[in-house]
């Protein structure tokens, strides 16, 4: 059974590093035919695509992101990892991992069940 | 401002039926990109209701179901029940973007 299961600190420091690490079990990262990606959602907000990693370490991002996103693999721990720099206020969310298609317009069947990080001094 | 256009919020009585649309454009809907369904509780996981314009996952109601017209989309329930309170994401693929976008979310009230 899928499990993904996001891990890191509650709250950072504006102009800071945020990364948070999704944990996998049930399926194996370096693998599986699909993309691994993070997807947030501010408070009282939609949710927003950040950005995905393929199997072979590609990488997706949303482009109004891009310059302060990074997601890596590390198929040792069957993990994977979203980095963000230059936190502020707006990215205070709700974080999820999850792991979609690379097809079929990339619909997503496996959530972990979100970690909130909040921004703040 | 979301790529893919809902209304904020639908509502219905138990047992009735209600319809949310999704509504998207050229680069998405419009250019064939299938369009994806999600429940979302709050403090949960969305959890995927329907995929593809159409199809359900195993396990999801038969009260729930998907539609498409053109460039727009719709997500039907049906025999209204209070645990469907909940808000409601279209999802799809955007070219111009290259990944993924969602609508803004609808806010589903049972009355």
């Known amino acids: 059974q899928l499990q993904l299961h996001e891990s890191g600190p509650g709250l950072v420091r504006p102009s800071e590093t945020l990364s948070l690490t999704c944990t996998v079990s049930?399926?194996?990262?370096?693998?599986?035919?699909?993309?691994w990606g993070w997807i947030r959602q501010p408070p009282g907000k939609g949710l927003e695509w950040i950005g995905s990693?393929?199997?072979?370490?590609?990488?997706?991002?949303k482009p109004s992101l891009k310059s302060r996103v990074t997601i890596s693999l590390d198929t040792s721990k069957n993990q994977f990892s979203l980095k963000l720099i230059s936190l502020t206020a707006a990215d205070t969310a709700v974080y999820y991992c999850?792991?979609?298609?690379?097809?079929?317009?990339?619909?997503?069947f496996g959530w972990g069940q979100g970690t909130l990080v909040t921004v703040s001094s | 401002q979301s790529v893919l256009t809902q209304p904020p919020s639908v509502s219905g009585a138990p047992g009735q039926r209600v319809t949310i649309s999704c509504t998207g454009s050229?680069?998405?809907?419009?250019?064939?990109?299938?369009v994806h369904w999600y429940q979302h509780l709050p403090g949960t996981a969305p959890k995927l209701l329907i995929y593809?314009?159409?199809y359900r996952p195993s396990g999801v109601p038969d009260r729930f179901s998907g539609s498409k017209s053109g460039t727009s989309v719709s997500l039907a329930i049906t025999g209204l029940q209070a645990e469907d309170e909940a808000d409601y994401y279209c999802?799809?693929?955007?070219?111009?973007?290259?990944?993924?976008?969602f609508g803004g979310g609808t806010k589903l009230t049972v009355l």
């Open positions: 999850a792991r979609h298609m690379a097809t079929h317009s990339w619909y997503v």
């Open positions: 049930g399926a194996s990262i370096s693998n599986s035919d699909d993309y």
């Open positions: 990693i393929y199997h072979e370490g590609s990488t997706k991002y």
């Open positions: 050229s680069s998405n809907i419009g250019a064939g990109y299938g």
């Open positions: 593809s314009n159409t």
């Open positions: 999802q799809s693929f955007d070219t111009s973007l290259s990944g993924m976008v």
